[in-house]
């Protein structure tokens, strides 16, 4: 028992204040002011609004990338350009983009929302080509063999056969929206990126507390997609990685 | 910092709105020549910073592909538990790190690690678990032991597979680590954000400290990808 109570005391005196803040609201760090921060109000209308952001931005971005990657995956061309748009995509600074972004094109949550796809995209392009693109070629000629059409072949035997690629790529690009949408507050938008910014009005507490609720965020979709990736893997090749796995 | 945002007033104030600097409409190459010398300090803080964690990341990477090397149900757990921590927003990572370590590039250089690790333990597990059969059979039948094996036989066959592994984590180190000027540690975030965000948007340096970035992540993957030939001489002989 008191070899587990002194790493919790000190967890507690670390980041308890944090904890406090999330669920109830104080008066700003700001000398002689009377605004209250802080509190779940307040931490849920920035969940809701950053999650909003990056889950328009996320479906933007699978709009947008997925139909291309599967497209360049099935007709095989292309390599060169989906490979090297994701690795440039990796290059990207995040604060660089918004900046640009703030200097250059504007701010608001319009303005956000597209940068922050931006930078959803190549994971998604990438790995949608490379998932189609091994798809065992033996297995589109059996489909082909069976008289399905193109279509047929993308939707009913390449799409299931790339589901874990495809959503690796999904997962890595909502990491990055989530990341990136935080220092959207730069542009004017309620993210959690206004508490871990705004250490003069929130306080340290404040900025650990956004640091705290930013992490939780991305931790949600990151299940909850992996969740999905689930639900959309056809049963066989399931049981055929975890038979590959046991056996490796 | 504080002196260079004094010169700066002191600029503006003396120059007025009529130069392009002043105006702000754009890019400002004139300006960008006339003040080299302040990327200098910022953009040696960003490659100390990339090069530190890349090296700190690669070194407890392979120590973990060494561990589960012989152990593979290890190899699960290390996949979970380093792809959990790559999920957490870097900038997020940075501040709850704070309270811990305070600010500075201790913190900076701690976070960018732990970023390192998936991509690096993924690609170096790989890699060994790549390595032929036959190899490894032919080091056996000359007597080596299981240590000798590993360092001589398995690892420089699993070479480029590593490389190509910390070849990726450094490009998105030099990119995450502009978010670094938020744990205090410096590098080209504080060109971008203070000398630029909080100047007003200040046009010029966003564009410069946005530009190094990139360049530095092109010079240092080419660097590495000469490296990546060089410890792999079989590769080439094969093209040949």
Known sequence: MSAVAPPVAS???????????????????????????????????????????????????????????????????????????????????????????????????????????????????????????????GAVEAARGVGMTEWEIIRKVELPLAVPTIMGGVRTGAVNIVATSTIGSLAGVDTFGKLILGENVYGNEGVIAGAMMVAVLALAFEFGLAGIQRLLTPRGITTQQQLTRATA | MIPVLAQIEVREAGEGATTCQGKNDTFCFDYAIDNLGDYLGPTGEHLLLVVLSVVAGLLIALGLAVISHRRRWLVPVFVGST?????????????????????????????????????????????????????????????????????????????????????????????????????????????????????????????????ICILMAIVLDAVLLVVQRVVSPWRRVRTI
Not at chain 1, 36 to 60: K, R
Not at chain 2, 83 to 90: C, Q, R
Not at chain 2, 143 to 157: A, I, N, S
Not at chain 2, 162 to 170: F, K, L, P, Q, S
């Open chain 2, 83 to 211: 792809g959990i921590i790559y999920t957490i927003p870097s900038i997020a990572l940075f501040l709850l790190l704070l309270p811990i370590t305070d600010r500075g590039i201790a913190t900076a250089v701690i976070a960018l690690a732990l970023y390192n690790l998936q991509i690096v333990y993924r690609n170096s597990a790989v890699g060994l678990n790549n390595v032929p059969a036959s190899a490894r059979e032919a080091g056996r039948g000359m007597g080596m032991t299981d240590r000798q094996l590993l360092w001589k036989v398995e690892m420089p066959l699993a070479m480029p597979e590593i490389i190509a592994g910390v070849r990726i984590a450094t490009v998105s180190t030099v990119a995450i680590a502009t978010l670094a000027i938020f744990a205090g540690a410096g590098g080209l975030g504080e060109v971008i954000y203070t000398d630029g965000i909080q100047r007003d948007v200040f046009k010029t340096p966003i564009v410069m400290g946005s530009t």
């Open chain 1, 11 to 137: 967890f507690l005196d670390t980041f308890g204040g944090s904890i406090e803040f999330i669920f109830q609201s104080r008066t700003s760090a700001q000398e002689g002011s009377k605004v209250m921060v802080g509190g779940l109000d307040q931490i849920l209308e920035l969940l809701a609004s950053q999650a909003l952001i990056s889950i328009v931005a996320l479906l933007l971005a699978l709009l947008l990338a997925l139909p291309l990657g599967v497209y360049l995956g099935h007709r095989g061309v292309g390599e060169f350009a989906a490979v090297a748009v994701g690795n440039a995509g990796r290059a990207v600074p995040e604060l660089a983009l918004i900046a640009l972004m703030i200097a250059f094109v504007g701010t608001g949550s319009i303005n956000v929302t597209i940068a922050v796809m931006i930078l959803g995209i190549p994971p998604i392009l990438t790995n949608s080509f490379v998932g189609i693109r091994q798809v065992d070629r």
